[in-house]
Structure formats: C-alpha cells, structure tokens
T-cell receptor, first 112, second 111 residues
Framework: DAKTTQPTSMDCAEGRAANLPCNHS???????VYWYRQIHSQGPQYIIH???NNETNEMASLIITEDRKSSTLILPHATLRDTAVYYC?????????????FGGGTRVLVKP | EPEVTQTPSHQVTQMGQEVILRCVPI?????FYWYRQILGQKVEFLVS????????KSEIFDDQFSVERPDGSNFTLKIRSTKLEDSAMYFC?????????FGSGTRLTVV
C-alpha cells in the first residue's frame, strides 16, 4: 500500500465542518483511498472510500484531487461523538483479502 | 446492522499461559482477520484467513499464534504461551465486498 501522510492532530468546533487532509503522492492507479476512524480504543470503523470520483455517504464526503495525490475527508457537521483518530489508507481493496495497513492517523478533537 | 462480536472483552492471564480469543464474524463475509494494538501504538495486522486457511500473516504472527474457524461461525486466535509483550487490544475483522467491519476488541493483559 502507498504511504499516506496526515496531520497528527486537529481541533474542530461542534456543528462546523471538519476537513481532514491526506497526502498520498505515490498512490498507484489501482489503489483506493479509504478512511476509517477509531473512537477511543474501540475497533476501527469504516467511513468511506473512493478511487477517482468524489464520494458521499451518510457519514462523510471524500474529495480526491484530479491527480489523486491527495484527498480530504469532510465531516459536514461535526459532533462531540466524532472525536476520534481518523486514518487515511491507500488500499488495493478487499478483493483477495488484502490487509489494511494503519498509520498514525489524525487525532480529531471536536470541541463544544 | 450486522456486527462482529468478540469475547471476552477483557482477559487477564499469567505469563506462559495459553489464551484463546473468540470472534463471531458477520455470517456471509468471506475474509477474516486479526489485528492488534499495543497501548498508544498503531493498529497492526496479524493474520488473514480465507477458505479455511491462512492467506497472509505478519512477522508478529509467529509459532506461538494460531487461528481456527472450527465450526463455520467462530473464528479464534490462540496464543500458546503468552508473554508480557502480548498485552494489547486484539481486534477481529471481516469483510465481504468493501469496508472491513471490526469487532470492539479484547483487551489482553499478561501479568
């Protein structure tokens, strides 16, 4: 899996959008960008993934630059329960049971 | 929503003892995994399991570790002779098409 780089931590105000950046300049053409989060020692939770196009689901939006070298996860209206470590992972996908490789992630603190 | 269930949530064991961590993956999932996270460190891959055999394992997964899916539902991780450095959160995960589902983990404390 390609290496990803994320800020170590960031704060966000409750009710505001949280924009989490990720750099993956060496991502290969068949690697997806996946986002997971881990709330205080619970198991990681899948958020969203994408290949080239922007994606949106009930949890978040994912914006991938045209050159695919970076992406941004957007939590549109952050709540206190969104406080977690967020992991950006470049991944070949689940076909053939490819494993996930976690980095350090971004520790997001949502403040009232 | 389907869940991956892990038991026990917390296990304390003496060094040198065997432990078995249990997981019930989501029933129609095909791939099963164990990960661990030592306190304050990254989530690390241990092993993946498909079609009743190990498909990949990490360097951490040495001869002291084994996995089984004995009855088509449970998925177990056995540590034969625990060491102090095995103390960690152990997460089971399964996947069908996309997006791993992780269990809530077993906190293993070796004393």
């Amino acid at each position: 899996d390609a290496k990803t780089t994320q800020p170590t931590s960031m704060d966000c105000a409750e009710g505001r959008a949280a924009n989490l950046p990720c750099n993956h300049s060496t991502i290969s053409g068949n690697e997806y960008v996946y986002w997971y989060r881990q709330i205080h020692s619970q198991g990681p939770q899948y958020i969203i993934h994408g290949l080239k196009n922007n994606e949106t689901n009930e949890m978040a939006s994912l914006i991938i630059t045209e050159d695919r070298k970076s992406s941004t996860l957007i939590l549109p209206h952050a709540t206190l329960r969104d406080t977690a470590v967020y992991y950006c992972i470049a991944h070949l996908g689940e076909a053939a049971g490819n494993k996930l490789t976690f980095g350090g992630g971004t520790r997001v603190l949502v403040k009232p | 929503e389907p869940e991956v269930t892990q038991t026990p949530s917390h296990q304390v064991t003496q060094m040198g003892q065997e432990v078995i961590l249990r997981c019930v993956p989501i029933s129609n999932h095909l791939y099963f995994y164990w990960y661990r996270q030592i306190l304050g460190q990254k989530v690390e891959f241990l092993v993946s399991f498909y079609n009743n055999e190990i498909s990949e394992k990490s360097e951490i997964f040495d001869d002291q570790f084994s996995v089984e899916r004995p009855d088509g539902s449970n998925f177990t991780l056995k540590i034969r002779s625990t060491k102090l450095e095995d103390s960690a959160m152990y997460f089971c995960a399964s996947v069908m098409n996309y997006g791993y589902t992780f269990g809530s983990g077993t906190r293993l404390t070796v004393v």
